[in-house]
């Protein structure tokens, strides 16, 4: 079986290091740099179309509604439409607020996932356009909607999403600059700054992988733990919900993902001396405030896993560890942070000995409600 895992010992492993792969096949052949815009061969949607909209709702499940938050981050900062982003199960059992002015997307790898397609259904029903980020060509969820941005991550065997998120975060990326573009929100220049961005990613990656080695010699200090928790702010929020998942799904400890500001309205309580923290402090926007509440965990005592920005200093001497990913990128910082968040779990998990690509009571696609 080594020779399907590309001689990697599990195919999250494998996956995990095919990112910057699957996010230059997503980038491919979609990039107008000259214009500042993208093409989306598959979105079906004219700029007439996307300028009658007045309102974005984003329904997917686990780590794809992961990426939805990260989305409405963007769509609403570049394009300042409003967004709502839901969980499919709730969605479709609520009474939302949907009409022929809503663009609706869906966000789903398998594009087979029961409550994700039910919601679409029921979104349709109420007259909304429908998009939908699959990495499945000719899935349900595909294949229904009106139009699709495909994220060509390639198949994912692991249980645990990796490469799929990544994409779909740049998936969510271009659409961003689609619709920015389209609605005249977005000029060339900031078009052009963004894809310059999204470009750099699969370097960025590349240097990020190298906390492989690092990673896996300071996993064996956290095999005892009962509890992680992880931090994060403004778009890297997502990535502290997405890193707890990634924890409890393959390694069975439990980890709770928290906005860092809401942490002293409850979670703090937790914290004592048996506690990792993981706390995303990347240089930008929200560096001094999440500094300041890293220094609240370390005053009671708790363990911080600090990842930041290469040649942070500070954080690397208050920290228990300091994880350090390339600087260059705040505007792509998500994905950034999302591989050391992978090679964590990975390893925790690898040593705990659990059956990390099949994890226990997990499917891959949840096709059931
Ligand atoms: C991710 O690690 C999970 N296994 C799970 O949360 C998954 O993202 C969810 O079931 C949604 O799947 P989908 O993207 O295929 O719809």
Redesign the pocket.
């Known amino acids: 079986h080594m020779a399907e895992k590309g001689g990697y010992k599990h195919f999250m492993l494998k996956e995990i290091f095919e990112q910057p792969r699957a996010v230059r096949d997503t980038l491919a052949g979609r990039l107008r740099e000259e214009e500042g815009d993208v093409y989306l061969e598959d979105l079906h949607l004219s700029d007439e179309q996307l300028q009658g909209i007045d309102r974005v709702t984003i329904i997917?499940?686990?780590?794809?509604w992961h990426a939805a938050l990260v989305g409405k981050f963007l769509i609403e900062e570049h394009c300042r439409v409003p967004v709502e982003v839901d969980i499919a199960s709730e969605f479709r059992y609520r009474n939302p607020v949907i009409d022929e002015k809503s663009l609706v997307m869906l966000?789903?790898?398998?594009?087979?996932?029961a409550d994700?397609l039910a919601a679409m259904r029921e979104a349709k029903r109420r007259g909304a356009k429908c998009v939908a980020i699959c990495n499945v060509v000719d899935s349900s969820i595909a294949r229904e909607a009106d139009g699709v941005v495909y994220t060509h991550a390639g198949p994912e065997i692991g249980?645990?999403?990796t490469k799929?998120f990544v994409t779909q975060l740049i998936a969510l990326y271009l659409f961003t600059i689609r619709l920015g573009r389209s609605r005249g929100m977005m000029t060339v220049d900031a078009g052009r700054a963004l894809i310059a961005a999204v470009v750099r990613v699969p370097a960025l990656m590349e240097e990020a992988l190298k906390l492989n080695e690092q990673v896996e010699k300071l996993a064996r200090n956290y095999l005892q733990a009962r509890d992680f928790l992880y931090l994060g702010r403004g778009m890297n929020y997502p990535i502290a919900l997405e890193g707890a998942?990634?924890l409890k799904?393959i390694s069975y400890i439990h980890a709770e993902g928290y906005p860092a500001g809401e942490m002293k309205h409850g979670p703090i309580a937790l914290i004592d001396e048996h506690m990792p923290v993981v706390v995303l402090v990347p240089q930008g926007a929200n560096y001094e405030k999440v500094f300041s509440n890293m220094e609240e965990v370390i005053a009671r005592g708790g363990r911080v896993i600090a990842v930041c920005s290469q040649g942070d200093s500070e954080v690397a001497s208050k920290a228990e560890v300091a994880l350090e990913i390339p600087t260059d990128g705040e505007e792509v910082a998500p994905i950034i942070l999302s591989i050391p968040m992978q090679l964590l779990a990975y390893h925790v998990a690898v040593l705990k000995g659990t059956d990390v690509d099949q994890p226990r009571n997990?499917a891959?696609?949840?096709t059931v409600e």
């Open positions: 997917a499940c686990g780590t794809s966000i789903s790898q398998s594009g087979e996932t994700t249980v645990a999403s799929a998942l990634k799904e997990l891959k696609s949840v």
